[in-house]
């Protein structure tokens, strides 16, 4: 995967936390990740698909999850995610894959599109034949996002 792709799914998942949901965001430093990719204690999967094929995990603590649904729930603090704080979850990762595509589709590519967004609920090791390059992306000084995106082989 080329920086300019990596570079617009990062901008993507940013906009998504800056302006819709007006957290502040301070991305770390990229490292590449290899098997396996550790998940944190609830995870969204998007994929990327058309003329860029790719993967994004964003892992993070159930605190976040629950940051991340009371604000889409207008400031709402949210302490047990029920069947609703799901939804709003998987819907969370469904912004974030349409504004990677917005922002890859920006960059020039065209034929981009997203895959329906899964959620993994607990600590797991995700493996693949795929490597990642994963970023964590501080939020509000309190919370943290690691995003892996993988780059095909």
């Known amino acids: 995967m080329q920086a300019n792709q990596i570079n617009a799914i990062l901008s993507g998942t940013r906009s998504v ?8 965001v301070n991305a770390g430093k ?9 998940s944190g204690q609830v995870s969204v999967i998007v994929g990327v698909t058309g003329s860029i094929k790719a993967e994004l995990i964003m892992g993070m603590s159930t605190a976040t999850v629950c940051a991340i649904i009371g604000k889409m729930y207008g400031g709402m603090e949210i302490v047990e995610i029920d069947d609703m704080g799901w939804s709003a979850f998987s819907e969370f990762g469904n912004w974030v894959g349409a504004a990677c595509c917005t922002e890859l589709t920006n960059s020039g590519y065209t034929d981009v599109n997203i895959t329906p967004p899964i959620i993994n609920e607990g600590e797991s090791r995700f493996r693949s034949v795929n490597k990642f390059i994963s970023i964590p992306f501080g939020i509000d000084n309190e919370y943290e996002i690691m995003v892996h995106i993988s780059t095909p082989q």
């Open 17 to 24: 936390l800056e302006n819709h949901l007006g957290m502040q």
């Open 30 to 38: 990229p490292t590449l990740q290899v098997n396996p990719v550790l």
